[in-house]
């Protein structure tokens, strides 16, 4: 399989999800470091910008990467379905997210706001997005989806140039 959105060759969506997992795990940990002691604002309105820099940045990565799982991987294929299981990991954790930031949008201005919920939802998405995580590197590990075997890897490793190409 060869992505459906790329630039210069390479696949979008690789490039993009690095942003959403460091804003969210940026997210995770400020609003964990501020709910459970050190109560200066700073971190919590930290937590607060990075959790809503990872719904945007969620919502962009999931572009292109829905783009290649609808038109580039063959349906019927395993790595279809383990494609929509991570694709419905990612939507929810990008659900808990806003749900996140959505909560503690009032509270942004607070002298002392209460980071609880938010730091609950943080981690509950963090632990959806490692998930999706896996399954993504899944498909690329496993299923070769996005690889383009050079012809030395297909003559060293004849089981992955099959499974590469029986899903282009």
Known sequence: ???KAKIAGHPIHPMLVAFPITFYTAACAAYVFYATGVHDVFWFRLAYISNVAGVIGA????VPGFIDWAFGVPTGSPAKLTGFFHMLLNVA???IFAMSAWVNYRQYDSIHPNASMGATLCVLGFVLTMTAGFLG????GTH???VNLTPQ????????????HSIR
């Open 1 to 3: 399989m060869y992505s």
């Open 59 to 62: 919502v962009v990565a999931a």
């Open 137 to 140: 590197w899944k498909m690329v």
């Open 153 to 164: 890897q297909e003559r060293i490793d004849p089981s992955a140039s099959r499974n590469a």
């Open 93 to 95: 954790a990008l659900l």
């Open 144 to 146: 070769h989806v996005g």
